[in-house]
Protein backbone atom coordinates (compact mmCIF):
# COMPACT_ATOMS: atom_id res chain seq x y z
CA UNK A 1 0.00 0.00 0.00
CA UNK A 2 0.62 3.80 -0.24
CA UNK A 3 1.11 5.69 2.69
CA UNK A 4 -2.51 6.43 2.82
CA UNK A 5 -3.30 2.13 3.45
CA UNK A 6 -0.53 1.69 5.88
CA UNK A 7 -1.67 4.16 8.17
CA UNK A 8 -4.99 3.50 7.78
CA UNK A 9 -4.10 -0.61 8.82
CA UNK A 10 -2.70 1.10 11.73
CA UNK A 11 -5.35 3.40 13.05
CA UNK A 12 -7.90 0.54 12.82
CA UNK A 13 -5.32 -1.92 14.57
CA UNK A 14 -5.40 0.62 17.34
CA UNK A 15 -8.77 0.80 17.56
CA UNK A 16 -8.90 -3.38 18.12
CA UNK A 17 -5.98 -4.13 20.41
CA UNK A 18 -6.34 -4.63 23.73
CA UNK A 19 -5.24 -2.45 26.39
CA UNK A 20 -2.38 -4.09 27.83
CA UNK A 21 -1.10 -4.69 23.99
CA UNK A 22 -1.53 -0.64 23.66
CA UNK A 23 0.84 -0.23 26.93
CA UNK A 24 3.58 -2.69 25.46
CA UNK A 25 3.96 -1.17 22.22
CA UNK A 26 3.39 2.17 23.67
CA UNK A 27 6.79 1.62 25.86
CA UNK A 28 8.56 -0.77 22.77
CA UNK A 29 8.22 2.36 20.01
CA UNK A 30 8.37 5.25 22.76
CA UNK A 31 4.88 7.08 21.94
CA UNK A 32 2.29 7.07 24.62
CA UNK A 33 -0.13 9.04 22.21
CA UNK A 34 -2.68 7.23 20.13
CA UNK A 35 -0.42 7.53 16.87
CA UNK A 36 2.06 5.23 17.70
CA UNK A 37 1.38 2.73 15.41
CA UNK A 38 0.36 5.48 12.56
CA UNK A 39 3.40 7.23 13.02
CA UNK A 40 5.87 4.21 12.27
CA UNK A 41 3.81 2.32 9.69
CA UNK A 42 5.46 3.35 6.31
CA UNK A 43 8.93 3.30 8.07
CA UNK A 44 9.27 0.00 6.57
CA UNK A 45 9.26 2.40 3.00
CA UNK A 46 11.55 5.05 3.81
CA UNK A 47 14.44 2.76 4.55
CA UNK A 48 13.99 0.56 1.41
CA UNK A 49 15.81 2.35 -1.01
CA UNK A 50 18.74 3.27 1.51
CA UNK A 51 22.20 1.61 1.23
CA UNK A 52 21.73 0.07 5.19
CA UNK A 53 17.88 -0.63 4.40
CA UNK A 54 18.73 -2.66 0.91
CA UNK A 55 18.47 -6.03 2.65
CA UNK A 56 14.72 -5.52 3.24
CA UNK A 57 13.16 -4.67 -0.41
CA UNK A 58 12.15 -8.11 -0.83
CA UNK A 59 10.17 -8.14 2.46
CA UNK A 60 7.43 -6.45 1.19
CA UNK A 61 5.87 -8.99 -1.17
CA UNK A 62 5.57 -12.64 -2.35
CA UNK A 63 5.84 -13.19 -6.25
CA UNK A 64 3.12 -16.14 -6.73
CA UNK A 65 3.97 -17.86 -9.93
CA UNK A 66 0.58 -18.55 -11.05
CA UNK A 67 -1.26 -18.10 -14.06
CA UNK A 68 -4.27 -15.15 -13.99
CA UNK A 69 -6.77 -15.19 -14.34
CA UNK A 70 -7.30 -18.78 -14.75
CA UNK A 71 -5.47 -19.92 -12.14
CA UNK A 72 -4.35 -18.08 -8.75
CA UNK A 73 -2.45 -19.03 -5.91
CA UNK A 74 0.46 -18.53 -3.69
CA UNK A 75 3.04 -21.69 -3.22
CA UNK A 76 6.09 -20.89 -0.04
CA UNK A 77 8.72 -23.02 -1.65
CA UNK A 78 8.32 -21.94 -5.56
CA UNK A 79 7.40 -18.58 -4.59
CA UNK A 80 9.16 -16.78 -1.49
CA UNK A 81 12.58 -16.00 -2.70
CA UNK A 82 15.87 -17.06 -1.18
CA UNK A 83 16.67 -13.65 1.01
CA UNK A 84 12.69 -13.50 2.52
CA UNK A 85 9.50 -12.67 1.06
CA UNK A 86 6.32 -10.99 3.32
CA UNK A 87 5.91 -14.15 4.35
CA UNK A 88 8.81 -15.24 5.77
CA UNK A 89 9.69 -11.62 7.08
CA UNK A 90 6.60 -11.83 9.27
CA UNK A 91 7.69 -14.85 10.87
CA UNK A 92 11.28 -13.04 11.02
CA UNK A 93 9.97 -10.22 13.19
CA UNK A 94 7.62 -11.76 15.02
CA UNK A 95 9.90 -14.37 16.65
CA UNK A 96 12.91 -11.10 16.93
CA UNK A 97 9.67 -9.65 19.32
CA UNK A 98 10.09 -12.71 21.28
CA UNK A 99 13.57 -12.53 21.56
CA UNK A 100 14.55 -10.97 24.41
CA UNK A 101 18.41 -10.67 24.37
CA UNK A 102 17.51 -8.00 21.40
CA UNK A 103 17.77 -4.60 22.97
CA UNK A 104 14.64 -2.41 22.80
CA UNK A 105 15.57 -0.74 19.77
CA UNK A 106 15.64 -3.95 17.72
CA UNK A 107 12.81 -5.04 19.16
CA UNK A 108 10.57 -1.60 18.42
CA UNK A 109 12.42 -2.42 14.72
CA UNK A 110 10.64 -5.68 14.41
CA UNK A 111 7.69 -4.14 15.42
CA UNK A 112 7.75 -1.33 12.72
CA UNK A 113 8.64 -4.52 10.48
CA UNK A 114 5.25 -6.50 11.09
CA UNK A 115 2.60 -3.42 11.55
CA UNK A 116 3.73 -2.87 7.91
CA UNK A 117 4.15 -6.36 5.95
CA UNK A 118 0.75 -7.43 7.86
CA UNK A 119 -0.88 -4.52 5.46
CA UNK A 120 1.20 -4.99 2.72
CA UNK A 121 0.25 -8.73 2.33
CA UNK A 122 -3.01 -7.57 2.02
CA UNK A 123 -2.62 -5.49 -0.94
CA UNK A 124 -3.49 -8.46 -4.18
CA UNK A 125 -0.39 -7.07 -6.19
CA UNK A 126 1.87 -8.14 -3.33
CA UNK A 127 0.55 -11.20 -3.23
CA UNK A 128 1.07 -11.67 -7.68
CA UNK A 129 4.29 -12.03 -9.31
CA UNK A 130 3.26 -10.84 -12.98
CA UNK A 131 5.06 -7.55 -14.22
CA UNK A 132 6.57 -7.53 -10.67
CA UNK A 133 3.34 -7.37 -8.85
CA UNK A 134 1.70 -4.92 -11.91
CA UNK A 135 4.63 -2.31 -11.99
CA UNK A 136 4.91 -3.17 -15.09
CA UNK A 137 1.28 -2.78 -16.61
CA UNK A 138 0.85 0.65 -17.58
CA UNK A 139 -2.74 2.13 -17.64
CA UNK A 140 -5.06 5.19 -17.85
CA UNK A 141 -6.44 6.41 -14.64
CA UNK A 142 -8.35 9.64 -15.75
CA UNK A 143 -6.07 11.90 -17.41
CA UNK A 144 -2.91 9.94 -16.19
CA UNK A 145 -1.01 7.28 -16.91
CA UNK A 146 0.07 5.25 -14.24
CA UNK A 147 1.19 1.85 -13.71
CA UNK A 148 -1.15 -0.95 -12.05
CA UNK A 149 0.24 -1.70 -8.43
CA UNK A 150 0.10 2.13 -8.36
CA UNK A 151 -3.27 2.02 -9.07
CA UNK A 152 -4.00 -0.69 -6.22
CA UNK A 153 -1.50 0.77 -3.91
CA UNK A 154 -3.11 4.50 -3.92
CA UNK A 155 -5.06 5.62 -6.96
CA UNK A 156 -8.27 4.04 -6.15
CA UNK A 157 -8.05 4.24 -2.18
CA UNK A 158 -7.71 8.29 -2.87
CA UNK A 159 -10.18 8.79 -5.74
CA UNK A 160 -12.34 6.85 -2.61
CA UNK A 161 -11.76 8.93 -0.27
CA UNK A 162 -11.85 12.16 -2.50
CA UNK A 163 -8.45 13.41 -3.00
CA UNK A 164 -6.36 13.01 0.34
CA UNK A 165 -2.57 14.15 -1.33
CA UNK A 166 -2.40 16.60 1.66
CA UNK A 167 -3.42 15.51 5.42
CA UNK A 168 -2.65 11.54 4.94
CA UNK A 169 -2.85 11.18 8.79
CA UNK A 170 -5.89 13.06 9.15
CA UNK A 171 -7.87 11.01 5.80
CA UNK A 172 -6.36 8.12 7.16
CA UNK A 173 -7.90 8.70 11.06
CA UNK A 174 -11.17 9.36 9.25
CA UNK A 175 -11.12 5.92 7.03
CA UNK A 176 -9.86 3.72 9.82
CA UNK A 177 -12.94 5.07 12.13
CA UNK A 178 -15.34 4.05 9.53
CA UNK A 179 -13.91 0.93 8.72
CA UNK A 180 -13.47 0.22 11.91
CA UNK A 181 -17.44 0.97 13.09
CA UNK A 182 -18.23 -1.39 9.86
CA UNK A 183 -16.51 -4.45 11.65
CA UNK A 184 -17.83 -3.52 14.65
CA UNK A 185 -21.48 -2.84 13.72
CA UNK A 186 -21.74 -2.43 10.15
CA UNK A 187 -21.40 -4.90 6.75
CA UNK A 188 -18.88 -6.68 8.35
CA UNK A 189 -19.89 -7.36 11.19
CA UNK A 190 -20.80 -10.51 10.54
CA UNK A 191 -17.66 -11.71 8.63
CA UNK A 192 -14.67 -10.11 10.75
CA UNK A 193 -15.34 -12.77 13.16
CA UNK A 194 -14.05 -15.55 11.04
CA UNK A 195 -10.91 -13.13 10.32
CA UNK A 196 -8.88 -14.69 12.84
CA UNK A 197 -10.21 -18.29 12.25
CA UNK A 198 -6.84 -20.22 11.33
CA UNK A 199 -4.62 -17.29 13.22
CA UNK A 200 -1.75 -19.16 14.77
CA UNK A 201 1.33 -17.74 16.73
CA UNK A 202 3.13 -20.77 16.72
CA UNK A 203 2.90 -21.31 12.79
CA UNK A 204 3.15 -17.48 11.30
CA UNK A 205 4.01 -18.90 8.03
CA UNK A 206 0.98 -20.87 7.89
CA UNK A 207 -1.30 -18.09 8.86
CA UNK A 208 0.77 -15.45 6.50
CA UNK A 209 0.37 -17.76 3.87
CA UNK A 210 -3.88 -17.83 4.33
CA UNK A 211 -3.79 -14.14 3.99
CA UNK A 212 -1.65 -14.43 1.22
CA UNK A 213 -3.72 -16.66 -0.64
CA UNK A 214 -6.80 -14.87 0.18
CA UNK A 215 -5.21 -11.51 -1.23
CA UNK A 216 -4.46 -13.04 -4.47
CA UNK A 217 -7.62 -14.99 -5.37
CA UNK A 218 -8.42 -10.97 -6.12
CA UNK A 219 -5.87 -11.04 -8.94
CA UNK A 220 -7.78 -13.70 -10.58
CA UNK A 221 -11.53 -11.92 -9.67
CA UNK A 222 -10.87 -8.46 -9.72
CA UNK A 223 -7.27 -7.24 -10.69
CA UNK A 224 -6.47 -9.42 -13.52
CA UNK A 225 -10.25 -10.43 -14.50
CA UNK A 226 -9.29 -11.22 -18.17
CA UNK A 227 -5.06 -11.35 -17.97
CA UNK A 228 -2.39 -9.56 -17.72
CA UNK A 229 -2.86 -8.53 -21.59
CA UNK A 230 -5.97 -7.12 -21.80
CA UNK A 231 -5.69 -4.61 -19.60
CA UNK A 232 -2.96 -2.56 -20.84
CA UNK A 233 -3.58 0.62 -21.93
CA UNK A 234 -7.56 0.18 -20.04
CA UNK A 235 -8.97 3.08 -18.54
CA UNK A 236 -9.14 2.13 -14.98
CA UNK A 237 -10.95 5.20 -13.21
CA UNK A 238 -14.31 4.07 -14.39
CA UNK A 239 -16.37 0.48 -13.68
CA UNK A 240 -12.90 -0.66 -13.35
CA UNK A 241 -12.48 1.85 -10.19
CA UNK A 242 -16.30 0.41 -8.83
CA UNK A 243 -15.44 -3.00 -8.49
CA UNK A 244 -12.18 -2.40 -7.01
CA UNK A 245 -12.69 -0.14 -4.37
CA UNK A 246 -14.86 -2.78 -2.29
CA UNK A 247 -11.79 -4.98 -2.55
CA UNK A 248 -9.72 -2.39 -1.12
CA UNK A 249 -12.12 -1.45 2.12
CA UNK A 250 -12.28 -5.02 2.63
CA UNK A 251 -8.43 -5.67 2.63
CA UNK A 252 -7.46 -2.80 4.46
CA UNK A 253 -10.25 -3.54 6.94
CA UNK A 254 -9.35 -6.97 7.36
CA UNK A 255 -5.40 -6.55 7.68
CA UNK A 256 -6.12 -3.92 10.70
CA UNK A 257 -8.42 -6.30 12.25
CA UNK A 258 -5.72 -9.21 11.96
CA UNK A 259 -3.29 -7.05 13.09
CA UNK A 260 -4.58 -5.76 16.50
CA UNK A 261 -5.48 -9.73 16.98
CA UNK A 262 -1.79 -11.05 16.12
CA UNK A 263 -0.19 -7.95 18.41
CA UNK A 264 -2.37 -9.00 21.25
CA UNK A 265 -1.47 -13.14 20.73
CA UNK A 266 2.17 -11.43 20.68
CA UNK A 267 2.11 -9.53 23.92
CA UNK A 268 -0.34 -12.16 25.69
CA UNK A 269 2.61 -14.65 25.38
CA UNK A 270 5.41 -12.26 26.25
CA UNK A 271 3.36 -10.97 29.60
N1 LIG B 1 14.34 5.33 12.16
C1 LIG B 1 15.32 4.38 12.20
N2 LIG B 1 16.25 4.30 11.21
C2 LIG B 1 16.23 5.18 10.21
C3 LIG B 1 15.22 6.15 10.13
C4 LIG B 1 14.30 6.21 11.13
O1 LIG B 1 15.33 3.59 13.11
N3 LIG B 1 17.15 5.10 9.27
C5 LIG B 1 13.36 5.36 13.25
C6 LIG B 1 13.41 6.60 14.05
C7 LIG B 1 11.97 6.93 14.34
C8 LIG B 1 11.17 6.08 13.33
O2 LIG B 1 12.09 5.25 12.66
O3 LIG B 1 11.61 6.48 15.63
C9 LIG B 1 10.40 6.90 12.35
O4 LIG B 1 11.30 7.38 11.38
P1 LIG B 1 10.95 8.63 10.45
O5 LIG B 1 11.33 9.80 11.23
O6 LIG B 1 11.82 8.39 9.26
O7 LIG B 1 9.50 8.56 10.17
N1 LIG C 1 16.30 2.86 15.94
C1 LIG C 1 16.78 1.98 15.03
N2 LIG C 1 18.12 1.84 14.81
C2 LIG C 1 18.98 2.59 15.50
C3 LIG C 1 18.52 3.49 16.45
C4 LIG C 1 17.17 3.62 16.66
O1 LIG C 1 15.97 1.28 14.42
N3 LIG C 1 20.28 2.39 15.29
C5 LIG C 1 14.84 2.97 16.08
C6 LIG C 1 14.28 2.14 17.18
C7 LIG C 1 13.17 2.99 17.75
C8 LIG C 1 13.44 4.39 17.30
O2 LIG C 1 14.50 4.30 16.35
O3 LIG C 1 11.94 2.63 17.19
C9 LIG C 1 13.78 5.28 18.41
O4 LIG C 1 14.80 6.10 18.00
P1 LIG C 1 14.87 7.60 18.48
O5 LIG C 1 15.00 7.49 19.96
O6 LIG C 1 16.09 8.06 17.79
O7 LIG C 1 13.58 8.21 18.03
N1 LIG D 1 6.60 -4.76 -5.61
C1 LIG D 1 5.84 -5.91 -5.57
N2 LIG D 1 6.25 -7.01 -6.23
C2 LIG D 1 7.41 -7.02 -6.91
C3 LIG D 1 8.19 -5.86 -6.98
C4 LIG D 1 7.75 -4.72 -6.31
O1 LIG D 1 4.80 -5.93 -4.94
N3 LIG D 1 7.81 -8.12 -7.51
C5 LIG D 1 6.11 -3.56 -4.92
C6 LIG D 1 6.96 -2.94 -3.88
C7 LIG D 1 6.56 -1.49 -3.94
C8 LIG D 1 6.25 -1.27 -5.41
O2 LIG D 1 5.93 -2.58 -5.92
O3 LIG D 1 5.34 -1.27 -3.22
C9 LIG D 1 7.35 -0.63 -6.21
O4 LIG D 1 8.48 -1.43 -6.09
P1 LIG D 1 9.87 -1.04 -6.73
O5 LIG D 1 10.11 0.36 -6.31
O6 LIG D 1 10.82 -2.04 -6.10
O7 LIG D 1 9.71 -1.22 -8.17
ZN1 LIG E 1 3.00 -1.62 -3.25
ZN1 LIG F 1 5.75 -1.89 1.76
Redesign the pocket.
Known sequence: WGSLGHITVAYIATKFVKEDTATYFQD???NDTEHYMAG?AT?ADSIRYTKWGRFTKNFHFIDAKDTPPSYCGVDFERDCKEDGCVVSSIQNYTLQLFDSSLY???R??A??FVIHFVGDIHQPLHAENVAQGGNGIHVKWGNSELNLHHVWDTSIAEKMLGGVRRRQYQAAFEWAANLSSEIQTGKYMAQSKSWTDGMNLDDPIATSMAWANESNAFICSHVLPEGPREIVGQQLAGEYFEKAAPVIELQVARAGYRLAAWLDLIVDRIT
Request: proline letters at 8%; a positive charge.
Open positions: LLRVWPWRAQAK
